[in-house]
């Protein structure tokens, strides 16, 4: 597959989303939450609590929505900047209850609009850098289709980022990066070369740390070896101290 | 220097043209004595701009300076020591026609990057001073540049330093794919650390301050000051047009609009900002050099 494949799998309108994976790992266990208790709750973010394997965890997702009505409401999985401050109470609540947090990431990127600059689009994702790093309990990230510059990143600072073979990780869009530079955003294969987006490129530039195998009907996917490995993830993660855990996760980052 | 005289050569050339012998006998006068203020019009002599800090005396536009600049105007005199001055970017992702780019971006500046980063003093306050740099691909946030920021906040959080950023940027470096997002990542990180040392971080904004920088430690300061002005934006105001389809409203994204918004804590002009550092540093305790001015 090219890089371009990738980037049209990682858009495919029939691609399962957060809620899909929400559902499938977590059954009826899950309780949504909402609202990042300033300004609103912000659709385009999904996040609660859940059981994994008998445990209590954090879940957050970006949701794009799976018909064009959920779309629309799920403001196609573009997060305002009270989506990332939603996200950021729900990993302070696992912090506080010492349960660990699974972030869903699935979005073309943060929402670029009147609205979201008002109310401090950089800021929020500013800050969600920062704390996350810090965030005294396991974060695992996984990439699930579109991981959109900053605005996915204000979910992937984690102790372990995966992503799903199909999904794409990068600084700018295709369409955006040719834009820039042939002035012809219809170059976007080329772009999507240059930009090293796939998860093979990713994986080989240490950005991730594993990449989870798609079946070609991604519904018949083994969710079930899927749940185990995050929960045996997660099990290896709170074994250790947090200051461990901490100090690692800084140097994850450190390393770039 | 009155400046009414030099305006007569300033004038259209059908003017002059009028004057006769006038043409003839004027004094060569190269165009970089004066320029033309790009917001209120006027001409403005080089000198005084120059003596007014690149600011339009006549209006009060801040002009964008180079980031050495910047430094001689903030730092007291001498007492700035570059770190890392040598490290420079490679096309690590082997990125089309980086290569050239980065050649002409260190020509065009005269600088291995789009930071300088050390040890200053400010109105006799000893702080780790980072500088970001429009003239170099425009301030882009590349490895080397999160690199820099990284070393400066960790230095300082050995040292138990304050530290002051001056922040100009177009965004994360898309040459340098996904490893110039990380860039965000990495100095939050180090910012975070800092902080939580109770140490403390002054940002500056300055135009414009834009992307992936506006999204990590342009907005993490413990006190976030602003240019007048600035234009200060997580998306590019072309961005937004693009994607809502319609014109923004005037001053949307400037640092007067964030100010009434409540992301920055004050609009500071140029003439006034390094005693408004020194004034913030000594309510924060910040260390004097020490009697001979040696800056350690």
């Known amino acids: 597959m090219s890089a371009f494949d990738s980037v049209t799998a990682a858009r495919a309108n029939d691609r399962p989303t957060a809620v899909d994976y929400i559902t499938k790992i977590f059954g009826d266990s899950f309780i949504e939450f909402h609202g990042d208790r300033r300004f609103a709750d912000d659709k385009a973010v999904i996040g609660g609590i859940a059981e994994l394997c008998g445990k209590p965890v954090t879940v957050i997702g970006l949701e794009k929505g799976r018909n064009l009505k959920e779309r629309m409401d799920r403001n196609f999985g573009s997060a305002h900047p009270e989506g990332y401050r939603k996200a950021l109470r729900l990993m302070k609540q696992a912090e506080k209850f010492h349960r660990p947090v699974i972030c869903l990431v699935d979005t073309s990127g943060a929402y670029c609009g009147i609205g979201a600059e008002e109310r401090g689009q950089g800021q929020a994702i500013a800050e969600n850098l920062m704390e996350m790093m810090t965030l005294k309990t396991p974060i695992l990230s996984i990439l699930i289709g579109e991981g959109g510059s900053g605005g996915a990143l204000a979910l992937a600072v984690a102790d372990e980022v995966w992503m799903l073979e199909n999904a794409i990780y990068s600084v700018i869009s295709p369409e955006g990066c040719a834009s820039i530079l042939w002035k012809d955003s219809s170059k976007t294969a080329e772009a999507s070369e240059c930009l090293k987006l796939t998860s093979q490129d990713l994986f080989k530039l240490g950005v991730i740390e594993r990449i989870i195998r798609e079946p070609k009907n991604l519904d018949s996917m083994m969710f079930e070896s899927f749940k185990n490995l995050v929960a045996q993830t997660f099990d290896r993660l709170k074994a250790m101290d947090t200051e461990t855990l901490l100090q690692k996760r800084y140097n994850r980052f450190r390393k770039y | ?296």
């Open chain 2, 1 to 296: 220097m009155n400046t009414s005289d030099i305006f007569n050569f300033l004038k259209p050339k059908n003017e002059l043209e009028n004057q006769g012998e006038q043409i003839e006998n004027r004094p060569y006068i190269p165009d970089e004595l004066w320029v033309k203020c790009p917001v209120c019009k006027k001409p403005v002599l080089s000198a005084d701009l120059n003596e007014n800090k690149k600011v339009c005396p006549k209006c009060g536009y801040h002009f964008r300076i180079g980031a050495r600049q910047r430094i001689e105007l903030t730092a007291d005199e001498g007492s700035f020591k570059e770190f890392d001055a040598e490290l420079t970017s490679t096309n690590i992702i082997d990125f089309p026609d980086y290569t050239r780019k980065l050649k002409n971006a260190k020509l065009n500046s005269g600088e291995n990057e789009s930071v300088i980063t050390g040890s200053a003093a400010i109105g006799g306050y000893r702080v780790i001073l980072v500088v970001m740099n429009s003239q170099f691909m425009m301030g882009s946030m590349g490895t080397v540049t999160g690199e820099k920021i990284t070393r400066a906040f960790e230095y300082a959080t050995e040292h138990r330093m304050p530290v002051v950023v001056f922040t100009v940027s177009g965004g994360a470096r898309m040459q340098e794919g996904i490893l110039s997002l990380m860039q965000m990542a990495k100095t939050s990180g180090a910012v975070k650390k800092h902080s939580d040392e109770g140490l403390l971080y002054i940002t500056v904004l300055t135009d414009p301050t834009t992307g992936g920088v506006t999204a990590s430690f342009a907005m993490e300061g413990d006190i976030i000051l602003s240019e007048p002005k600035a234009l200060i934006a997580f998306a590019g105001p072309r961005v937004i047009e693009q994607t809502i389809r319609q014109k923004l409203p005037k001053d949307f994204q400037s640092a007067e609009f964030l100010l009434e918004k409540g992301f920055i804590d004050a609009v500071v002009p140029r003439g006034e900002m390094k005693d408004k550092l020194a004034h913030i540093l000594a309510l924060h305790g910040a260390e004097k050099v020490t009697q001979e001015g040696e800056n350690k």
